[in-house]
């Protein structure tokens, strides 16, 4: 069955690959590190934007965070007196927090949140399962609806917000991972614009 033939032939393709195995290569020299250089043509290829990028992911910057920074003005600089200014609810201590109803309207029911606590946290202290996804303004997947009419920052300061615009907040549409309330209104969880 096994012929002669087969096995040296099977025995030369065998040593021929051992000796292509040992035998010295052509000594290629592995390139530079190119990396950074492609990085730096791709950023110079794109073009800057005026809308803001969720945590300024592309390439390029997008100028989000630096067109904040400038246009803000005072917002997180230096006032007068040399001390920094920080308009952050969640910095007001517990004592000193004023204490609004509302409403969650898909929950059915009414619980009390302190004006340093944001309407998703106040939320989750209920054990409730809200969305949420970067807890900073910069997305919309914690986006609620206040029912009451009117413009949304009417009943809450949002300490940050790259998504929504004016029509969204005329709308009454809100971040509630980062708002904070400053009146008693009824909001419905999981509605986005």
Excluded at 22 to 46: C, M, N, W, Y
């Amino acid at each position: 069955m096994v012929t002669t033939l087969g096995i040296v032939l099977g025995a030369s393709l065998t040593l021929t690959m051992v000796a292509l195995h040992f035998a010295r290569g052509t000594e290629h020299a592995t390139p530079d590190d190119i990396s950074q250089k492609v990085l730096e043509r791709r950023a110079e290829s794109v073009h800057e934007t005026d809308f803001p990028e969720p945590m300024n992911r592309s390439i390029g910057g997008g100028g989000g965070a630096a067109a904040a920074v400038g246009e803000g003005g005072a917002e997180g600089e230096l006032a007068e007196g040399g001390a920094e200014v920080d308009d952050d609810p969640a910095a007001i201590p517990d004592d000193e927090a004023e204490t609004y109803e509302v409403e969650y309207v898909k929950e059915g029911t009414t619980i009390d949140v302190k004006e340093n606590t944001t309407l998703l946290e106040a939320g989750e202290a209920q054990d409730w399962d809200l969305p949420y996804a970067c807890r900073q303004g910069q997305c919309i997947s914690c986006a609620g609806h206040i029912t009451d009419g009117g413009n949304s920052e009417q009943y809450v300061k949002h300490h940050t917000n790259e998504m929504l615009g004016e029509p969204e907040l005329d709308d009454g549409y809100t971040l509630t991972c980062v708002a904070y309330p400053v009146s008693d209104f009824s909001i419905e969880m999981r509605e986005s614009p």
